[in-house]
């Protein structure tokens, strides 16, 4: 099970810190990534963090802005310089690891409830 936490509003241009905990830490052996969904659109790939494939890869539209990272507890999406078109509901989601990496929705496993970013300007 993955639960997300940490959204919330921020002004444009600000930062945001999203948490993704799952049961026991079972994490560590999935690959993780980070969608979201805008109002009327479609869940787009934000970034995954492969157990085979390194590094960490991001879509295009956050890259050098938004960071990935895992610890014991948790893993991490650091935000910063947020836009307004980035107003989302931002999940987490897993997927058993091979060697490639995936960016389609349907290609994952288990997902979290998702939490609310809500960037203003």
């Known amino acids: 099970q993955l639960v997300e936490s940490g959204g919330g509003s921020v002004q444009a241009g600000g930062s945001q810190t999203l948490f993704c905990a799952a049961s026991?830490?079972?994490?560590?052996?999935?690959?993780m990534a980070w969608f979201r969904q805008a109002p009327g659109k479609d869940r787009e790939f934000v970034s995954v963090m492969s157990r085979a494939v390194r590094p960490t890869s991001y879509a295009d539209s956050v890259k050098g802005r938004f960071t990935m990272s895992e610890n014991s507890a948790n893993v991490y999406l650091w935000m910063t310089g947020l836009k307004p078109e980035e107003t989302a509901v931002y999940y987490c989601?897993?997927?058993?690891?091979?060697?490639?990496?995936?960016?389609?929705?349907?290609?994952?496993?288990?997902w979290g409830q998702g939490t609310q970013v809500v960037v203003s300007s």
């Open positions: 989601a897993a997927r058993r690891p091979d060697s490639k990496i995936y960016y389609y929705p349907s290609e994952y496993e288990f």
């Open positions: 026991g830490g079972a994490f560590r052996h999935y690959d």
